[in-house]
């Protein structure tokens, strides 16, 4: 518990002060009603016999009631406090959780499934959420002061051993059954991989893939999927809950007899004559209270929470020990590529894989060169563009941009150059954003009317402009009130809108992977006729099965075995008879006279 008070006090002060003074405000209360209790049972026959007066009386009653409201009125006020709180550590969870994943430079991170499952576990999916358990902590606190308030009545009233042995035993029990919690702890933390299976078929059948679901008929899979994940994660965690709730709950037995005992004592003291008729009516209330008060499943609630904190809290450790990035020397590439990008005898295998993607690359790009990449599915361009982005490090050799080996910078230089970049990702996001967002997204200004203008025409986002209800302010996901959604092509319309926009910005370096793959023959038309003029004064890399797309390029490699087998302009490899040739054979041949036999993967 003192660990998350700790936390509330972190992210918000005020909100943790006020959780604090009125659990302490509602145990103060709490103990002067079980006194007031007593001195009106005990007023009520002085009264009734005259030896009370009215006035007396009144007060006494005033006092009981007012006590009485305030015990009622405490509690919700607890709850909409502890509600604050959780809702403030809720964004605080969010930035703890989002900052480590989608930070650095680097991506190996986000597809390591030991660092995947440490997220899982600090989101704490399947009943652990750090923001329930905070909602909890007012409770166990303004149970625990309860507790010692009444604990200090009955004290007072009784023995202090009576009331030390009620405590004693109430903390007991709270820690016998939070040591439970421990193994169920253990036995969720093995399972977040399971869970996260589960979570797939979960979000398609929300909504990921609504056509697919339909046509292929699997929605049945898809729940027979989910049931099977979601039941072996929860399996070993709900075995170990019901010990949990069955062997944790064992000291209630010991709970009943103890206090039993001890309003038996009471009983025997009222005979005796030691203890007056207030002091018997209290110390009952006292007893009670501290029972009462004992709340072992509260503070399971709170150690699962805690269980979920300290997995968030190690999050970023884990990532650095795993995936560790540190500082290099200072190199600035705010302005590059100036000279060239050079790949030095590159290999590359992707984390936890067994295959080589690259052997012993080599390969120089000029600044101001427009460079084509052709190669089958597989070869490995998509690769080549994430190490030249830095995105990930070669396995061995070096990715040099004018000189500085993008492996020894740190993440804020590599970031730096990162913004240099502007892309368009073969699988590019669709943003559920305007249309304006989603190309100004990841630019370092907002567009103006002339750069939509501009824009538009080269990207060819001005041809669906005109269905678009609200123009460039219209939300391009259906989900919206008044959003719409684009076919394929007017998609990568956007991406290209996007990343040319990024180089007016002041990208340096543009990075068009398979631009045409969903254009209709006019836009891929307009998109080779103004090729050469989007890439004028920068250094670009064009990626297309479609060798209409990337012949006008300065000059084409092709990517084959892991390493780069023929380079040189369109004539020179058509000249050269070689591979570059023969894929190119093979597709002018199926425009102009259809089929033909042989294998090819363009
Ligand atoms: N994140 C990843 N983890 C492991 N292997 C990967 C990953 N991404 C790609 N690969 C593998 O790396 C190889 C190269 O993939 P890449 O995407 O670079 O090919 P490509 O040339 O772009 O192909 P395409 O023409 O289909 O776009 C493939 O064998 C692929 O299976
Ligand atoms: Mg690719």
């Given at each position: 518990?003192?660990?998350?008070?700790?936390?509330?006090?972190?992210?918000?002060r005020?909100?943790?002060?006020?959780?604090?003074?009125?659990?302490?405000?509602?145990?103060?209360?709490?103990?002067?009603?079980?006194?007031?209790?007593?001195?009106?049972v005990?007023?009520?026959?002085?009264?009734?016999?005259?030896?009370t007066?009215?006035?007396?009386?009144?007060?006494?009653?005033?006092?009981?009631?007012?006590?009485?409201?305030?015990?009622?009125?405490?509690?919700?006020?607890?709850?909409?406090?502890?509600?604050?709180?959780?809702?403030?550590?809720?964004?605080?969870?969010?930035?703890?959780?989002?900052?480590?994943?989608?930070?650095?430079?680097?991506?190996?991170?986000?597809?390591?499934?030991?660092?995947?499952?440490q997220?899982?576990?600090?989101a704490?999916?399947?009943?652990?959420q750090?923001?329930?358990?905070?909602?909890?902590?007012?409770?166990?606190?303004?149970?625990?002061?309860?507790?010692?308030?009444?604990?200090?009545?009955?004290?007072?009233?009784?023995?202090?051993?009576?009331?030390?042995?009620?405590?004693?035993?109430?903390?007991?029990?709270?820690?016998?059954?939070?040591?439970?919690?421990?193994d169920?702890?253990?036995?969720?933390?093995?399972?977040?991989?399971?869970?996260?299976?589960a979570?797939?078929?979960?979000?398609?059948?929300?909504?990921?893939?609504?056509?697919?679901?339909?046509?292929?008929?699997?929605?049945?899979?898809?729940?027979?999927?989910?049931?099977?994940?979601?039941?072996?994660?929860?399996?070993?965690?709900?075995?170990?809950?019901?010990?949990?709730?069955?062997?944790?709950?064992?000291?209630?037995?010991?709970?009943?007899?103890?206090?039993?005992?001890?309003?038996?004592?009471?009983?025997?003291?009222?005979q005796?004559?030691?203890?007056?008729?207030?002091?018997?009516?209290?110390s009952?209330?006292?007893?009670?209270?501290?029972?009462g008060?004992?709340?072992?499943?509260?503070?399971?609630?709170?150690?699962?929470?805690?269980?979920?904190?300290r997995?968030?809290?190690?999050?970023?450790?884990?990532?650095?020990?795993?995936?560790?990035?540190?500082?290099?020397?200072?190199?600035?590439?705010?302005?590059?590529?100036?000279?060239?990008?050079r790949?030095?005898?590159?290999?590359?295998?992707?984390?936890?894989?067994?295959?080589?993607?690259?052997?012993?690359?080599?390969?120089?790009?000029?600044?101001?060169?427009?460079l084509?990449?052709?190669?089958?599915?597989?070869?490995?361009?998509?690769?080549?563009?994430?190490?030249?982005?830095?995105?990930?490090?070669?396995?061995?050799?070096?990715?040099?941009?004018?000189?500085?080996?993008?492996?020894?910078?740190?993440?804020?230089?590599?970031?730096?150059?990162?913004?240099?970049v502007?892309?368009?990702?073969?699988?590019?996001?669709?943003?559920?954003?305007?249309?304006?967002?989603?190309?100004?997204?990841?630019?370092?200004?907002?567009?103006?009317?002339?750069?939509?203008?501009?824009?538009?025409?080269?990207?060819?986002?001005?041809?669906?402009?005109?269905?678009?209800?609200?123009?460039?302010d219209?939300?391009?996901?259906?989900?919206?009130?008044?959003?719409?959604?684009?076919?394929?092509?007017?998609?990568?319309?956007?991406?290209?809108?996007?990343?040319?926009?990024?180089v007016?910005?002041?990208?340096?370096l543009?990075?068009?992977?398979?631009?045409?793959?969903?254009?209709?023959?006019?836009?891929?038309?307009?998109?080779?006729?103004?090729?050469?003029?989007?890439?004028?004064?920068?250094?670009?890399?064009?990626?297309?099965h479609?060798?209409s797309?990337?012949?006008?390029?300065?000059?084409?490699?092709?990517?084959?075995?892991?390493?780069?087998?023929?380079?040189?302009?369109?004539?020179?490899?058509?000249?050269?008879?070689?591979?570059?040739?023969?894929?190119?054979?093979?597709?002018?041949?199926?425009?102009?006279?259809?089929?033909?036999n042989?294998?090819?993967?363009?």
């Open positions: 518990m003192l660990t998350l008070l700790r936390y509330g006090w972190r992210v918000a005020g909100s943790t002060v006020i959780v604090v003074a009125l659990a302490v405000a509602d145990a103060v209360a709490q103990a002067l009603f079980t006194l007031t209790i007593g001195l009106v005990a007023a009520v026959p002085a009264f009734l016999a005259g030896v007066d009215r006035s007396a009386m009144v007060a006494l009653f005033a006092a009981f009631a007012a006590l009485f409201l305030l015990t009622k009125v405490l509690p919700p006020l607890q709850a909409a406090s502890a509600h604050r709180l959780g809702n403030v550590a809720g964004l605080d969870v969010y930035l703890r959780m989002a900052g480590p994943m989608a930070g650095g430079a680097r991506v190996a991170h986000v597809e390591d499934s030991v660092v995947l499952d997220a899982e576990r600090a704490g999916t399947g009943g652990y750090i923001t329930w358990s905070l909602g909890q902590v007012p409770n166990l606190l303004g149970a625990r002061l309860t507790v010692l308030s009444s604990a200090a009545v009955l004290g007072a009233l009784t023995e202090w051993w009576i009331a030390a042995a009620l405590v004693v035993l109430v903390l007991a029990a709270e820690r016998w059954r939070v040591r439970f919690v421990r169920e702890v253990a036995a969720w933390a093995t399972s977040t991989e399971s869970e996260r299976k979570l797939y078929p979960f979000e398609l059948a929300l909504g990921d893939a609504p056509t697919e679901l339909r046509v292929f008929g699997l929605k049945d899979w898809l729940v027979r999927r989910y049931l099977r994940f979601w039941t072996s994660a929860m399996d070993e965690l709900w075995r170990s809950r019901r010990r949990g709730y069955l062997l944790g709950s064992a000291p209630l037995v010991l709970s009943v007899l103890v206090n039993a005992g001890a309003v038996a004592w009471v009983i025997v003291a009222a005796s004559g030691r203890l007056g008729l207030a002091a018997v009516a209290s009952i209330t006292a007893i009670l209270a501290i029972s008060s004992g709340t072992p499943e509260i503070a399971a609630l709170v150690a699962r929470g805690v269980a979920a904190y997995a968030m809290m190690e999050l970023p450790a884990v990532i650095a020990e795993r995936h560790p990035h540190p500082a290099g020397p200072a190199a600035d590439l705010g302005r590059a590529p100036a000279r060239q990008i790949l030095e005898r590159v290999g590359f295998r992707y984390p936890g894989s067994d295959r080589d993607v690259f052997t012993d690359l080599d390969l120089e790009i000029g600044a101001g060169e427009a084509g990449l052709v190669g089958v599915n597989g070869a490995g361009k998509t690769t080549l563009t994430k190490l030249i982005a830095g995105i990930y490090p070669p396995t061995s050799g070096r990715v040099l941009v004018d000189g500085v080996d993008l492996a020894t910078l740190g993440p804020d230089d590599l970031a730096r150059w990162q913004r240099q502007a892309p368009i990702i073969q699988e590019f996001a669709r943003y559920p954003l305007s249309l304006d967002d989603n190309v100004a997204l990841g630019a370092r200004r907002p567009l103006t009317d002339a750069d939509r203008a501009r824009i538009a025409e080269r990207s060819g986002v001005a041809d669906l402009l005109p269905d678009l209800a609200q123009g460039w219209t939300v391009l996901d259906k989900e919206w009130t008044g959003g719409t959604d684009l076919s394929a092509g007017q998609w990568q319309r956007v991406a290209l809108a996007r990343a040319l926009f990024a007016d910005c002041g990208a340096k543009l990075i068009l992977d398979e631009p045409a793959a969903a254009l209709d023959v006019r836009a891929e038309a307009r998109l080779v006729d103004q090729y050469l003029n989007l890439t004028a004064g920068i250094t670009s890399m064009i990626i297309s479609r060798f797309v990337v012949r006008d390029a300065d000059r084409i490699c092709v990517l084959d075995g892991g390493r780069i087998v023929e380079s040189g302009t369109h004539p020179e490899l058509i000249m050269l008879g070689g591979r570059y040739a023969t894929m190119f054979g093979l597709q002018a041949a199926r425009y102009t006279s259809g089929p033909v042989g294998s090819g993967d363009e």
